[in-house]
């Protein structure tokens, strides 16, 4: 069991992680601004996009799957810091 780590959308679960872990009946929920941050559940494993930094998570095994929820936290605080960095950084300044 394990936690593995995509860095892009292009990039993916091997054919045998998806055999093995990612069937059956499925859960999805979305987070984050736009819902762009997703978490799909199976009974035995747990994949997480983010489709702001496009890096996907695939947690498996029952331990691991547990550490999924906290991921979701931290990912949307993230972003919302970010966002949040963005908007309130910049301010014009004035002409002299």
Not at 8 to 23: I, V
Not at 51 to 75: A, C, M, P, S
Request: charged share 35%.
């Amino acid at each position: 069991m394990g936690i593995f780590r995509f860095e892009n959308k292009y990039a993916a679960p091997t054919k045998e992680q998806r055999e093995r872990y990612m069937k059956g009946e499925r859960e999805e929920h979305h987070f984050g601004p736009d819902g762009q941050i997703v978490l799909i559940l199976w009974p035995e494993a747990a994949y997480l996009k983010d489709d702001i930094d496009n890096v996907r998570i695939l947690f498996t095994g029952f331990n691991d799957k547990q550490k999924v929820q906290d991921e979701v936290r931290r990912l949307v605080e993230y972003h919302q810091q970010k966002e949040d960095d963005r908007s309130g950084s910049f301010s014009p300044g004035s002409e002299t």
